[in-house]
């Protein structure tokens, strides 16, 4: 079965770095469209950024765009989200989805708490 | 960027009982609307693509409707697991993924 499992998260201070990972199981990943979306404590859903199968096409939204990358290795099976320059807005619950238009599986997420 | 708004925020409904949730896009996004469930402490789980199209699991009791800007969730016998936050999501304007603010479903 589909299994996405993200890890990677914790606490930092705001202007600090962290790296997400997004491990995929249970279907060929090569062949699909990731994203990443967040969610802050109690609030609704953000899309943050996209990549394509190949990892040729790449997408953020405004709000992260110049601080987070995202990036996939195929071989791995495994997704990923560098985050720079945190900032306390960015605390939030961090997803990884299956798929480009909507997200037909999504992983349990990873929280990032951003903080002195 | 489109804006998505759901109603109610709140939506009291005893089990057995239908439930309807409305979503509206600030312009249109055509078919290209999908429908979420959370529970607290969970992912957001896929229920409906394409404004009607059920998720593959996703019980018959549930079904979406609408195209444009006006959009409908239908939850026909409200069942004890169905209690959540309900999230519209408009992919028209790609890649961008616009969220609604979610309608709650609560027991009455």
């Known amino acids: 079965q589909v299994q996405l499992v993200e890890s990677g998260g914790g606490l930092v201070k705001p202007g600090g770095s962290l790296r997400l990972s997004c491990a995929a199981s249970?279907?060929?990943?090569?062949?699909?469209?990731m994203s990443w979306i967040r969610q802050a404590p109690g609030k609704g859903l953000e899309w943050v950024s996209y990549?394509?199968?190949?990892?040729?096409?790449?997408y953020y939204a405004d709000s992260v765009k110049g601080r987070f990358t995202i990036s996939r290795d195929n071989a791995k099976n495994s997704l990923y989200l560098q985050m720079n320059s945190l900032r306390a807005e960015d605390t939030a619950v961090y997803y990884c989805?299956?798929?480009?238009?909507?997200?037909?599986?999504w992983g349990q997420g990873t929280l990032v708490t951003v903080s002195s | 960027e489109i804006v998505m708004t759901q109603s109610p925020a709140t939506l009291s409904v005893s089990p057995g009982e239908r439930a309807t949730l409305s979503c509206r896009a600030s312009?249109?996004?055509?078919?290209?609307l999908a429908w979420y469930q959370q529970k607290p402490g969970q992912a957001p789980r896929l229920l409906i693509y394409?404004?009607?199209t059920r998720a593959t699991g996703i019980p018959a009791r549930f079904s979406g409707s609408g195209s444009g800007t006006e959009f409908t969730l239908t939850i026909s016998s409200l069942q004890s697991e169905d209690f959540a936050v309900y999230y519209c999501?408009?992919?028209?304007?790609?890649?961008?993924?616009?969220f609604g603010q979610g309608t709650k479903v609560e027991i009455k």
């Open positions: 990549i394509s199968s190949s990892g040729s096409t790449i």
């Open positions: 999501q408009q992919y028209n304007n790609w890649p961008e993924w616009t």
């Open positions: 312009q249109s996004v055509s078919s290209n």
């Open positions: 249970g279907f060929t990943f090569s062949d699909y469209y």
């Open positions: 394409g404004a009607s």
């Open positions: 989805a299956r798929g480009d238009d909507y997200g037909d599986y």
